[in-house]
């Protein structure tokens, strides 16, 4: 039983790692500013729910776990609130996505005109 | 497996370090501090459990809270200074809260 749960939270903390690992190298690797904040906020989401989900397994039902969970839905909350904010502002700051066809970017412009 | 995923989470660390050192625009540097941030926090809660020491789950919690108020500050200094630029080179736009964007 106990070795089990060991196991199972090893493996979910290895997998977030892992997950996380791949978002740096997305973020590392992307071409443009939108690509990257999408590897970077993606993986910002599920890899904290993985190896906290983890940890909190390791800590058994105590004072721990709740301190866990307050920091999982504090990052739950955050982190995607920052990225938008991130791609919003870059986005006001006319910051354009490298390759988008002819109707998109005319769409994006209008919008911006509109909201302007 | 907690050492594995410290040393996976110091690769993205670094991985995020040299993104925050070549990106181009402001914007691809406060996405890699932001993502170092984060980084910070699992690799604290992580360390805790890897040395036994819990109490550092509280550092975690303050950690995440800063992080976030970090990088909204640095946002706004940005707008602020884009808003500066735009009206000293006399093409305002005059959009001061840019927050809801609603079609």
Redesign the interface.
């Known amino acids: 039983m106990n070795g089990a749960v060991e196991i199972v939270s090893g493996a979910l903390v290895v997998l977030g790692s892992l997950f996380v690992l791949a978002g740096g190298i997305g973020a590392l690797r992307m071409p443009d500013f939108y690509t990257r904040i999408h590897g970077a906020s993606l993986t910002d989401s599920l890899g904290p729910v993985l190896v906290l989900g983890g940890l909190m397994l390791q800590a058994g039902l105590s004072l721990v776990t709740i301190k866990l969970a307050a920091v999982l839905l504090f990052l739950m909350v955050t982190s995607p609130t920052a990225s938008y904010a991130l791609a919003n502002a870059a986005l006001l700051a006319g910051l354009r996505p490298a390759e988008m066809d002819a109707t998109t970017r005319a769409g994006v412009i209008n919008q911006e005109e509109d909201s302007a | 497996?907690?050492l594995?995923?410290?040393i996976?989470?110091l690769?993205?660390?670094a991985?995020?370090l040299?993104?925050a050192l070549?990106g181009p625009?402001v914007?691809?540097r406060?996405?890699?501090v932001?993502?170092f941030g984060?980084?910070t926090?699992?690799l604290i809660?992580?360390m805790a459990?890897a040395m036994g020491r819990?109490d550092f789950?509280?550092l975690?919690?303050a950690y995440?809270?800063i992080?976030?108020i970090g990088?909204?500050a640095v946002?706004w200094f940005?707008?602020q200074h884009?808003l500066r630029n735009q009206s000293h080179s006399g093409t305002e736009?005059?959009?001061e809260h840019?927050?809801d964007?609603q079609?």
């Open positions: 497996m907690l594995i995923a410290a996976a989470i690769v993205t660390m991985l995020a040299a993104r070549l625009s914007y691809d406060v996405l890699a932001n993502m984060t980084k926090v699992l809660a992580v459990f819990t789950l509280d975690a919690l995440a809270l992080n976030f990088v909204l946002l940005s707008h884009h736009s005059g959009d840019s927050g964007r079609p």
